[in-house]
């Protein structure tokens, strides 16, 4: 008996009727009524996103670029990875990583791969996540950025966390953001190697 190949893989179950609940700025929530095996139906609620791009940023020190920001539905102060919604036309991903890197921490950085992607919730949601490793970093002159921070991220601290501390405060359950706890982890994992395993930033997503 060959080994199960261990791989997400495409696929899509017949639709029989979708309705749209809500649209909003960003996320719309449909029910999709699925056709399951035995010839069963029932019904699916989920989020449409646009999907987002983060950004695990590391100094020649080893160090993760945090910022902390409020997030309204956890009623927290949260420390996570700069981070967007994919929401400029025909931007790349790795350049959407390096806008939200920019405006949210004012940092540039010269070498990129792919870290790690998620589906944040599957169960509930399409978004997709991408995670980028961001390397030799340089600060971008105050009068060069010119990016206006409002709403939750006015005041927004930036922090730089040595990654075996950043991975010790996610598995103590201190550090709770998704992309961050994923991209933390994954950062660890891949510096065993020098980083050698890890896809450009151009790979295509799955």
């Known amino acids: 008996m060959s080994p199960t190949v261990i791989s997400d893989t495409p696929e899509s ?25 035995r010839d069963e139906v029932a019904d699916r609620d989920y989020v449409v996103h646009p999907g987002s791009v983060a950004v695990l940023a590391l100094d020649d020190l080893d160090r993760v670029l945090m910022i902390r920001q409020y997030r309204h539905p956890t009623r927290r102060l949260m420390w996570e990875l700069p981070a967007g919604i994919r929401d400029v036309a025909g931007e790349s991903l790795v350049d959407g990583a390096a806008r939200e890197l920019a405006e949210e921490a004012g940092y540039r950085a ?74 933390i982890l994954a950062a660890y994992a891949a510096s065993v190697e020098g980083f050698a395993t890890l896809r450009p930033a151009d790979a295509p997503e799955a």
Do not use: C, Q, Y
């Open 13 to 37: 179950w017949d639709v029989v009727e979708s309705k749209e609940r809500f649209s909003g700025h960003v996320i719309r929530v449909v029910t999709d009524t699925v056709r399951m095996p």
């Open 110 to 183: 010269a070498t990129w791969h792919t870290l790690v992607d998620l589906r944040t919730s599957p169960g509930m949601s399409d978004e997709r996540i991408r995670v980028f490793l961001a390397r030799d970093l340089t600060k971008i002159p105050d009068e060069e950025n010119g990016f206006v921070h409002r709403h939750e991220e006015v005041d927004m601290p930036v922090e730089w966390v040595p990654l075996p501390d950043a991975v010790e405060k996610a598995l103590m359950g201190m550090i709770h953001n998704s992309p961050a706890v994923a991209g």
